[in-house]
Every structure is written in structure tokens, then in C-alpha cells.
């Protein structure tokens, strides 16, 4: 079973920026594939930006191309979305999410474990 625990969420102005990390819980966190996902009310949790088990390869949706990086840390079980030129439209609860598999990481399906949510409110 992995935990996961975001953190780094908040108010922020359109423009400005934010660090979301993510801690999973376990000793093989560098097998585990891990996304970012986020929700906005009324809407559908969509996929936002995935890497690779070892970091090597990295996934984004097209409205965050050249604003979001996706990294992660193996030693400290950590995953980050650095957040920059934030816009009202990036207002959601974001989710981490990992799996063992690396088939499907742009799809809700290719993740088994969740965190439970971090608020990011842009105001414009």
C-alpha cells in the first residue's frame, strides 16, 4: 500500500507562482511512475503532468507546456509540480497519484493510489 501526501497549495495571485509537493510513504517509490492531476468544480479530474519511475521522461497537458515541471527526489520519496505564470484557469484541487505501471500515465486508470488533495486558487 502507498500513502501519498500533498502539500503546498494556496492563494496566489494570476502570474505569480506555486510549489506543490507530494511525499509518498514506502521504500520503492523509485518503481513508481507519479502524476499530477487536478479538479475544478464541476468538472472532471483531468491529467495535468507525470515522470517517469526513474525521471527520465516527463508528460504534461498542453495548457501547462513552458509554466509547470514535474520532478521528483528517489532519496526522499518526493515528487514536485512547480508551478509558474499561473492563471485564473489553473484554479483546482490537485491530485498525486502513483502506480507501478507506466502504460497509461495521462489516464485517471494508470494510477492505483491517490493523495488526498491540495487546494490552488488563482486570482485574476
Known amino acids: 500500500q502507498v500513502q501519498l501526501v500533498e502539500s503546498g497549495g494556496g492563494l496566489v495571485q494570476a502570474g505569480g507562482s506555486l510549489s506543490l509537493s507530494c511525499v509518498a510513504s514506502?521504500?520503492?517509490?523509485?518503481?513508481?511512475?507519479m502524476g499530477w492531476f487536478r479538479q475544478a468544480p464541476g468538472k472532471e479530474r483531468e491529467f495535468v503532468a507525470a515522470?517517469?519511475?526513474?525521471?527520465?521522461?516527463?508528460y504534461y497537458t498542453d495548457s501547462v507546456k513552458g509554466r509547470f515541471t514535474i520532478s521528483r527526489d528517489n532519496a526522499k520519496n518526493t515528487v514536485t509540480l512547480q508551478m509558474n505564470s499561473l492563471k485564473p484557469e489553473d484554479t483546482a484541487i490537485y491530485y498525486c497519484?502513483?502506480?507501478?505501471?507506466?502504460?497509461?500515465?495521462?489516464?485517471?486508470?494508470?494510477?492505483?493510489?491517490w493523495g488526498q488533495g491540495t487546494q490552488v486558487t488563482v486570482s485574476s
Open positions: 497519484a502513483s502506480d507501478r505501471r507506466s502504460t497509461q500515465v495521462v489516464s485517471r486508470d494508470g494510477y492505483a493510489y
Open positions: 515522470i517517469s519511475a526513474s525521471g527520465d521522461f516527463t
Open positions: 514506502g521504500r520503492t517509490f523509485s518503481s513508481y511512475t
